[in-house]
């Protein structure tokens, strides 16, 4: 029938925006969680803050004698510096952006660089724990590895491996966390662990009996460790080729770790605290039309007693280089 209306005669049919924004897959913020250490008598400002610990005296085992004085111990003690620094990131909208856009900018800038802001606190903390000095490979494989480089693909983290840093940590009088030491683990290779026919004592979150809380990205206990799994956990990339050299085998790092493992310091003026804190920029071109925002931190992570953290480096049958 000639004359009708259609799609093609008009310019009103028109493609529809959602103006609900979404954003990229994001993990969650972990590692911060683990800081236990921090100033809590801080004497003033400064660039760094010193910690102090001090040794316990050897025991006296030996009887006295009855007309003879003791011989006086002299106490020793160590220090833990942790150097604060500044971080932060920014972005710049302006005012024909913000004038055309069909969704709200400043909320979609906003919300980005609150997380871009934890995200980059978090690779710090992360980066801070894979650099204890305290670490064992995984023994997933037929030969055991001894460096990072000598890990295969088959040496996956095992059960006994686990086993091996709890018995450390408790070897080391290292206090827990209300009874269990804390683990982060990546996707990558818990799989593998629950995989594991010796990992059969691994329990889920869900199942837990008491009352107490969970961590963020919490997913179970074996061995009173209570893992959390993120896939920021340090992953060196192409770092063996199972003989001692770099090659195409990713390694990954699994941390075990007890009280006072890691420290936190923070700059305590001009409005600086623990976390960092969303800045307003100044606008300063003449029609004030590049409004920046962006976030701010001036603090610093170190960790506090090597003897409370432990680092399992493995490979994992589901890397992307572990072949």
């Not at 942790?82 to 969704?103: D, H, I, M, P, Q």
């Not at 660089?113 to 903390?125: F, K, L, M, R, T």
């Amino acid at each position: 029938m000639a004359g009708e209306t259609t799609t093609s005669s008009l310019s009103v049919d028109q493609t529809a925006f959602d103006r609900l924004a979404y954003f990229a897959l994001r993990s969650e913020l972990l590692f911060d969680q683990a800081a236990d250490v921090q100033p809590t008598q801080q004497s003033m400002p400064g660039s760094a803050v010193t910690f102090t610990i001090f040794a316990d005296i050897a025991a006296a085992t030996s009887t006295l004698n009855e007309v003879t004085d003791v011989t006086p111990t002299a106490l020793s003690d160590s220090q833990v510096t942790v150097t604060l620094a500044e971080y932060g990131n920014a972005v710049v909208t302006t005012a024909k952006l913000r004038g055309t856009s069909f969704l709200d900018v400043d909320a979609a800038a906003a919300n980005i660089i609150g997380y871009n802001a934890g995200d980059s606190i978090d690779q710090v903390v992360r980066d801070v724990l894979a650099g204890g000095t305290n670490v064992v490979y995984a023994t997933g494989g037929a030969t055991d590895p001894s460096s990072r480089t000598t890990v295969q693909p088959e040496d996956t983290i095992t059960a006994s491996d686990v086993r091996k840093v709890v018995a450390q940590l408790r070897a080391a009088n290292v206090a827990t966390f209300n009874g269990s030491y804390i683990g982060y683990i990546h996707p990558d290779v818990s799989f593998d662990f629950r995989e594991a026919t010796d990992a059969a004592g691994f329990r889920s979150s869900v199942q837990y009996t008491n009352a107490m809380p969970f961590y963020q990205g919490e997913i179970g206990t074996f061995e009173s460790v209570r893992f959390i799994e993120t896939p920021r956990a340090k992953v060196f990339t192409n770092a063996s080729n199972g003989s001692g050299s770099a090659g195409n085998v990713d390694v990954y790092c699994t941390h075990v770790m007890g009280r006072q493992a890691l420290a936190k310091a923070h700059s305590i003026t001009d409005g600086n605290g623990a976390m960092p804190k969303i800045v307003r920029g100044n606008v300063t071109d003449l029609l004030m039309r590049l409004q920046p925002i962006g976030w701010y931190w001036l603090g610093g992570y170190g960790r506090f007693r090597e003897a409370s953290l432990r680092r399992i480096e493995s490979a994992s049958s589901i890397g992307a280089n572990a072949s």
